[in-house]
């Protein structure tokens, strides 16, 4: 157990749970803080890609918001998924 807590000091999604509060608390500057360091954890989870363009967005850092939405959707698992993260990207590039 000790080894297990030196390995993983954090529980999983730890970051982006606190990142999903602050996106409902309107600081999108810990948000956008939090979201980056899931992603350095799971670099290849869509969803936190995704909140972290969110975050972005709100913050009015648009290239940002792309890329990290471009990276939702590479990282996508499901048709679903693909058509809603480009439709998000469409409706950004055309602003």
Known sequence: VERL??????????FFKIGKEAM???????????????VGRQPNNHQF???LAMAYAMLGETRLATLNLSKA????????????Y????AKIRAR
């Not at 807590?5 to 730890?14: I, S």
């Not at 409902?24 to 899931?38: G, I, K, T």
């Not at 959707?73 to 809603?84: I, M, R, W, Y």
């Open 5 to 14: 807590k030196q390995l993983r000091p954090y529980e999983p999604c730890h």
């Open 24 to 38: 409902r608390s309107r600081n999108y500057p810990l948000a956008r803080d939090m979201f980056l360091r899931e």
């Open 49 to 51: 890609y995704f909140q």
């Open 73 to 84: 959707l590479a990282n996508s698992t499901t048709l679903e998924e693909q058509g809603l």
């Open 86 to 89: 480009a439709a998000k990207l």
